[in-house]
C-alpha cells in the first residue's frame, strides 16, 4: 500500500492521469533498454594522461567500434587515425591543419565518420539521454544528424548541415565536441576504486576531470585519505603528503596546481642543512615541471626536512593514542645519535645518514620553533587552497569507503581478517567492530572528521583518524603491519624495509572466504563480485588478477609508471556491459610525438564472465528504484480515477 502523503508529492509533479501516465510509459521503455556500460579503474596516482585516454577511448572499445563500422571501407592508417582524433581531437586536429591540402574537406569526411561511431556508442539510451550527454551548443545539430537517414528527401538535408558547421568556421570545436560525447557515450558510469594522488604529476588534473563527467563514484583509497586529512590541517598527514610529492618531484601540482606555499620549507630546509647533501633524499624524476622547477639539489633539502618533521609528529600522534597500537614505529627514541646506530625489532643496524641537526637527542619528538612556524604556515596553505578544499569535498559527496552496486562490492584495500577466515575485531575510538560495521562505523567518522568534527568520536587532533588509516595496522585501506618509511630513508639493510601483509591478501585466493565477504555486505554471493585495488598485479611474475574462483577481480595493474617494471603492464580497466564483465589490459601509455601522431597500443580485452541472458536496465540497482517509482505512479493514476486525488 503506498502512502497517500507520497501521492499528494508526486502529484504536484504530474497533476493529472495523462501526465502520469506518460512518464509510466517512458519509465517502463527504459527498464527494457540493455543495460548501460560500467567501467571500473583504480590506482590512477597522478598519471591524468594515461588515464584521460583511457576514458577517451574506452579502454580499447572504440577502436572496437571503429574495426566494426570501417573494416572493410578504411585501411589501417585511416582506422589509426580515425581512433587518434576520437583520443585526442586537438592535437589531431592541430596536425591535419599543417599536413591536409583540402582542410574543410577533411572535416567533412571526419564528421560523417564520428557521427556513424556516434550512433553506435548511443543506441542503448534513449534519445532524451543522449540529448544530456551532447554538448548544449551543438546538441540539436548532432542529434539530428545522429537521426537523419540517408533516404533521397533527407540526403541533402543532412549534408547541407555538414557543409552549414564548415562553412560557419565551428567545424573544428564542433569536432572536438562530438568526440567528446562518443567518449561519455561509451563509459554510462564511472566507478575510481581508489588512490588518485601520489607519485604521479597531475591528480588535480585527474580530479578536475572528475568533477566534470557525467556519473562517477569513488571508493577512497589509502593515497586519497591522507589528503583528505592534511585538507583538515592535520600535520602527520601534510608532512606524509609533502615528502612523498616533493621525493616525486610533484612541486607543479603542488605550489601551481594546489597553491601550496613552500616557500617556509624551502627556507628552513635551506639554512638548516645548508652544508648536508642530503643525498639518500635525492627526488625520483618520472615527470618533470613545467611552471615551478626546483633544483635536485634544494629538493633533497626540502624532503629532508619535512620527513623528519614527519617522524616526529607521527610519534606524538602515536603517544596521543596508545589504542592505534603502533609504539614499534617510535624509532627517533630508538636511535644510538652517538653510535650512528638504530634499536629495530630485527636487531641493531647502521644510519647511513646520521646529520640530524634539529632532533634533541633527550626529548627527540619535540618540534624545533622554527619547525611548527614552518608547520603552521603549511597548515594555513592547505586550509586556504580553494582547489584543494573543493576536491576534497567531491571526494565526500561522491565518495566512500565503500560502495555495493549492481551485483559488485568495491573497496580499494582489503577487510581486516584474522589467520583463521574471521572478520577481525578493531578498535578505533574506543569503539570496536568488525567487517562492515568496522567499515561503516569509519566512514561515518572520516566524515564527521572533515565536516563537524565537534561532533566525531575522535581523540586528539582533527584528522588523525585519517592518518591512522593511511599506516594503521588494522585500517582497511593500508593492509600491511607497518610502514617503514625511516628504515627506507636512513637505514640501507633492505630486509628492514619489508611491511608484511595482512592475513586477507592470502585469504582471497579462497573462494569461501571471497562469499563470507560477499555475504557480510548483504549479496549474492553466487552472482556478486568483489573489485579490489591497492596491491598491483604482478603479471609478468604470473600473478592472476582473478582471484578466489573468480569471485574477486584485483584491478590494479599499476597505472603509475613507478609500478610498471613490478607488474609489466599498466593499469586496468574493469568492463561490465549488458552482455559480459572484461578486464582490459593496458600497456604504458605515450605521450604525444614531436609531430603531433599519436603512438597507442590496444588494449588485450579478456572476457571474465559472460551473462547468461542480456542484462537490461530492470536488473539493475538502477532499474528495482524505476521499477518503484512505476508502481507508484499507477498507484497516482488509481488515485485520480477513483477519485481519492483531484486532477489539475
Same mark, same amino acid.
Given at each position: 500500500?503506498i ?5 499528494r ?18 519509465l517502463?521503455?527504459?527498464?527494457s533498454?540493455?543495460k ?5 579503474l ?29 573494416g ?19 592535437a589531431?586536429?592541430?596536425?591535419r591543419k599543417?599536413?591536409?591540402?583540402d582542410f574543410?574537406?577533411w572535416?567533412?569526411v ?11 556508442v ?34 541533402n ?29 561509451a ?31 569513488i ?15 592535520n600535520?602527520?598527514?601534510?608532512t ?8 616525486y ?5 603542488l605550489?601551481i596546481?594546489?597553491?601550496?606555499n613552500l616557500?617556509?620549507?624551502a627556507t628552513?630546509?635551506?639554512?638548516v ?12 624524476r618520472?615527470?618533470?615541471?613545467k611552471?615551478d ?15 623528519i ?7 606524538q ?6 589504542e592505534?597500537?603502533?609504539?614499534n614505529?617510535l624509532?627517533?627514541?630508538k ?10 625489532r ?10 640530524f ?9 619535540k ?5 611548527e612556524?614552518?608547520l603552521?604556515a603549511?597548515?594555513?596553505s ?10 576534497i569535498r567531491?571526494?565526500?559527496s ?45 566512514d ?15 581523540i ?12 594503521g595496522?588494522?585500517?582497511?585501506l593500508?593492509?600491511?603491519d607497518q ?5 627506507r630513508?636512513?637505514?640501507?639493510? /633492505? ?6 601483509t595482512?592475513p586477507?591478501?592470502k585469504?582471497?585466493n ?12 548483504g ?6 563480485h ?6 598491483p ?20 595493474g ?5 609500478y610498471q ?5 599498466a ?17 604504458p601509455? /605515450? ?11 590496444t ?9 547468461? /541472458? ?6 539493475t540497482?538502477?532499474?528495482k ?12 493514476v488509481?488515485?485520480?480515477r477513483?477519485g ?5
Amino acid at each position: 500500500m503506498i502512502d497517500k502523503h507520497l501521492l499528494r508529492h508526486l502529484s504536484k509533479k504530474y497533476p493529472n492521469v495523462k501526465s502520469a501516465t506518460e512518464e509510466i510509459v517512458n519509465l517502463s521503455a527504459i527498464l527494457s533498454l540493455p543495460k548501460g556500460t560500467e567501467y571500473f579503474l583504480s590506482d590512477l596516482h597522478g598519471e591524468h594522461e594515461a588515464f584521460i585516454h583511457m576514458l577517451k577511448s574506452a579502454s580499447g572499445v572504440i577502436r572496437s567500434k571503429i574495426e566494426e563500422i570501417f573494416g572493410p571501407d578504411l585501411n589501417r592508417e585511416e582506422r589509426d587515425e580515425l581512433a587518434a582524433l576520437v583520443y585526442n581531437a586537438e592535437a589531431e586536429i592541430k596536425r591535419r591543419k599543417k599536413s591536409e591540402a583540402d582542410f574543410n574537406k577533411w572535416c567533412k569526411v571526419s564528421i560523417l565518420r564520428l557521427i556513424l561511431i556516434c550512433k553506435s556508442v548511443s543506441t542503448k539510451y534513449t534519445r532524451s539521454k543522449v540529448r544530456k550527454r551532447l554538448p548544449k551548443e551543438y546538441a540539436y545539430i548532432i542529434d539530428e544528424l545522429l537521426h537523419t537517414d540517408d533516404e533521397a528527401n533527407k540526403g541533402n538535408y543532412y549534408g547541407q548541415i555538414i557543409n552549414s558547421i564548415v562553412e560557419s568556421e565551428v567545424a573544428e570545436d564542433f569536432i572536438i565536441e562530438l568526440t567528446n560525447a562518443i567518449s561519455s557515450l561509451a563509459v554510462d558510469r564511472l566507478h575510481i576504486i581508489g588512490d588518485m594522488w601520489d607519485r604521479g604529476a597531475h591528480p588535480d588534473y585527474i580530479m578536475d576531470f572528475l568533477m566534470q563527467y557525467h556519473d562517477v563514484d569513488i571508493q577512497w583509497g589509502n593515497h586519497d585519505i591522507v589528503w583528505m586529512g592534511a585538507a583538515t590541517g592535520n600535520w602527520a598527514c601534510i608532512t606524509n603528503v609533502l615528502r612523498m610529492n616533493i621525493s616525486y618531484n610533484n612541486f607543479d601540482m603542488l605550489e601551481i596546481g594546489y597553491g601550496i606555499n613552500l616557500r617556509p620549507l624551502a627556507t628552513m630546509a635551506s639554512e638548516v642543512y645548508a652544508d648536508d647533501p642530503c643525498e639518500f633524499f635525492k627526488p625520483k624524476r618520472l615527470d618533470e615541471n613545467k611552471f615551478d622547477p626546483v633544483d635536485d639539489d634544494l629538493a633533497a633539502k626540502m624532503n629532508k626536512a619535512i620527513a623528519i618533521c614527519q617522524f616526529k609528529v607521527e610519534g606524538q600522534r602515536i603517544m596521543a593514542h596508545p589504542e592505534y597500537g603502533m609504539e614499534n614505529r617510535l624509532l627517533l627514541d630508538k636511535i644510538d645519535y652517538e653510535a650512528g646506530t638504530i634499536e629495530l625489532r630485527d636487531g641493531v643496524f647502521p644510519l647511513r645518514d646520521t646529520n640530524f641537526p634539529t632532533i634533541d637527542p633527550a626529548d627527540p619528538y619535540k618540534l624545533t620553533p622554527e619547525e611548527e612556524a614552518m608547520l603552521d604556515a603549511l597548515e594555513a596553505s592547505f586550509h586556504q587552497s580553494e582547489k584543494l578544499q573543493a576536491h576534497i569535498r567531491f571526494l565526500y559527496s561522491h565518495g566512500a569507503l565503500y560502495k555495493v552496486i549492481n551485483g559488485n562490492l568495491m573497496y580499494h584495500g582489503c577487510i581486516p581478517m584474522d589467520e583463521d577466515g574471521n572478520f577481525e575485531k578493531c578498535t578505533v575510538n574506543g569503539v570496536t567492530a568488525s567487517g562492515k560495521e568496522y567499515m561503516d562505523y569509519l566512514d561515518d567518522q572520516v566524515r564527521k572528521a572533515y565536516f563537524n568534527p565537534d561532533e566525531s568520536e575522535e581523540i586528539g587532533r582533527s584528522g588523525d583518524l585519517m592518518w591512522y588509516l593511511w599506516l594503521g595496522s588494522k585500517s582497511p585501506l593500508f593492509g600491511k603491519d607497518q610502514m617503514t618509511t625511516f628504515e627506507r630513508c636512513f637505514v640501507a639493510e /633492505k630486509k628492514t624495509h619489508k611491511e608484511h601483509t595482512v592475513p586477507y591478501y592470502k585469504l582471497i585466493n579462497r573462494k569461501d572466504i571471497c562469499e563470507k565477504i560477499l555475504e557480510e555486505f548483504g549479496l549474492d554471493p553466487k552472482t556478486s563480485h568483489i573489485l579490489n585495488g591497492h596491491v598491483p598485479v604482478k603479471i609478468k611474475d604470473g600473478e592472476s588478477p582473478v582471484k578466489g574462483g573468480g569471485k574477486l577481480i584485483v584491478i590494479d595493474g599499476g597505472m603509475s609508471k613507478a609500478y610498471q617494471k613490478q607488474t609489466g603492464i599498466a593499469g586496468y580497466t574493469f568492463i561490465f556491459n549488458s552482455r559480459y564483465m572484461a578486464l582490459s589490459e593496458h600497456k604504458p601509455y /605515450k605521450p604525444l610525438q614531436p609531430d603531433g601522431t599519436q603512438v597507442f597500443t590496444t588494449p588485450v580485452i579478456r572476457t571474465v564472465q559472460t551473462l547468461e /541472458k542480456r542484462m537490461l536496465v530492470r536488473d539493475t540497482d538502477q532499474g528495482k528504484e524505476l521499477a518503484r517509482e512505476v508502481e507508484e505512479l499507477k498507484a497516482l493514476v488509481k488515485a485520480y480515477r477513483t477519485g481519492e486525488l483531484k486532477e489539475l
